[in-house]
């Protein structure tokens, strides 16, 4: 261990273990100390070019997130503010909480047009509350040449591989976009206008969705538009579980889109929540659409005024049971 180290020539081993015994235990204590979790504050709402956080208090918002990453457990505590991201989506690849003082006041806008607002990396285990994520426009990459299919967008506002609970939150006019073919190249797939939950688990909890869309890409043909999926979230291969939550002016658009608010190929819990109004679906399920070997629990919930070609309220395929919902 660099710093520690004992030379020796015949007898006295039981120095070298209690000396080899006393540096592991210092290079732990400096290992645990510079990882302790921190509380951190936030000075400005800009974003811009990295900085430095001085102690416990953070130039920006995309500063706290780094410093949050190299301490895990962390805290990030946001005032009244909108806090205004222009470079990329945050991202989070350690545990950590992120608190506003409720999504009425505590905002983080994504203004980078073609940017998600945050994405969550597998290890991760993250809660957001009392804030309104909005803004993202995550967009897919258009082909220019030859026979190439357009670039899938997943997540335009949050793309979560990992464990996340939002709590008290608003997911609001976020979208993803599907980039265009070129050719005979299909246009890009589009997935959760608001989350895309890759293969983790997401926890909802009294909040709100509205106005987030998922649009497919163009074809190179007319023919071969992409399909968008999850106009408000994607659950893809993970657990997505729902309370005391609702979601309104979902939109999947631009193909033979599934699932105006929620589309699962997952595990689905969604109770004492309301779906509508006026969440809509190019073809199947305009509020929720679920697909073959998924499992899906709706209780207490009220889907209403929804509209899609098949389904308008729920479209269900694989698993599903109902208890004590209104239709």
């Known amino acids: 261990m660099s710093g520690c180290a004992v030379g020796r020539r015949g007898g006295f081993p039981l120095v070298v273990i209690v000396v080899g015994v006393v540096c592991s235990l210092l290079g732990w204590l400096a290992a645990s100390a510079s990882a302790a979790p921190v509380t951190y ?31 895990p457990g962390s805290t990030i505590q946001l005032s009244a503010a909108s806090y205004q991201l222009s470079v990329s989506a945050l991202p989070i690849s350690e545990d950590m909480t992120i608190e506003g003082q409720g999504p009425s006041l505590t905002r983080i806008d994504q203004t980078l047009p073609g940017a998600g607002v945050m994405t969550v990396s597998v290890a991760a285990t993250v809660t957001i509350s009392g804030v309104t994520i909005t803004g993202g426009t995550l967009h897919g990459t258009n082909q220019l040449s030859g026979n190439t299919a357009g670039g899938a967008a997943n997540g335009g506002g949050i793309n979560s591989f990992g464990e996340l609970t939002l709590s008290d939150d608003d997911v609001s006019q976020n979208s993803a976009t599907g980039g265009n073919g070129h050719g005979s190249g299909v246009g890009g797939e589009a997935r959760g206008g608001g989350v895309y939950n890759q293969e983790g688990s997401l926890t909802i909890d009294d909040s709100s969705f509205s106005e987030d869309t998922a649009t497919a890409g163009s074809g190179g043909e007319p023919e071969k538009t992409g399909v968008p999926f999850g106009g408000a979230i994607e659950n893809n291969e993970g657990r997505v579980t729902v309370n005391d939550s609702t979601f309104a002016h979902a939109l999947v658009a631009g193909g033979a889109g599934f699932g105006g608010a929620i589309h699962s190929l997952g595990t689905l819990t969604v109770e004492h929540s309301t779906i509508g109004p006026s969440n ?19 209780v207490n919930t009220t889907i209403f005024d929804n509209n899609t070609a098949y389904g308008g309220g729920l479209f269900g395929v ?3 049971s109902l208890a004590s919902d209104t239709f």
Not at 56 to 62: E, K, M, N, W
């Open 280 to 298: 809509e679906a190019g073809f199947v399920g305009g509020g929720i659409e679920t697909e073959h070997g998924s499992t899906t629990t709706i």
């Open 41 to 71: 504050t936030v000075a400005t709402t800009a974003d811009g070019a990295p900085g430095s956080c001085t102690g416990t208090v953070c130039p920006t918002l995309r500063d706290a997130v780094t410093a949050a990453n190299l301490n």
């Open 318 to 320: 694989g698993t599903v």
